[in-house]
Nanobody
Framework: QLQACGGGLVQAGGSLRLSCAGS????????VAWYRQAPGSQREWVAT???????NYADSVRGRFTISRDSAANTVYLQMNSLKPEDTAVYYC?????????WGQGTQVTVSS
């Protein structure tokens, strides 16, 4: 139901924008979040946007990343600025509804130093 894209290779200090599109309405979810998983590490939460529009961020990305949504495009975005090598990971989008999590496939983000 969810498909993430927009990853790639970027130098430190650069920017990328990830997109998460839903096969159904993205607004049918109570919340949509981005997670990431680096090699050898557990998946960690990055940011959430709730149905009412409220947003939350992990401390490690606050001030650099912005989560947003576009109703016309039926897409949730993650704008990532001032990228650091430690941001390198596979990024996943997640939709939460009725106590169920729906995961999209990941998109690789690699930040070179």
């Amino acid at each position: 139901q969810l498909q993430a894209c927009g990853g790639g290779l970027v130098q430190a200090g650069g920017s990328l924008r990830l997109s998460c599109a839903g096969s159904g309405s993205i607004f049918s979810f109570d919340s949509v979040a981005w997670y990431r998983q680096a090699p050898g590490s557990q998946r960690e939460w990055v940011a959430t946007i709730r149905s009412a529009g409220y947003t939350n961020y992990a401390d490690s990305v606050r001030g650099r990343f912005t989560i947003s949504r576009d109703s016309a495009a039926n897409t949730v975005y993650l704008q990532m600025n001032s990228l650091k090598p430690e941001d390198t990971a596979v990024y996943y989008c997640n939709g939460h509804r009725d106590f169920t999590n729906y995961w999209g496939q990941g998109t690789q983000v690699t930040v070179s130093s």
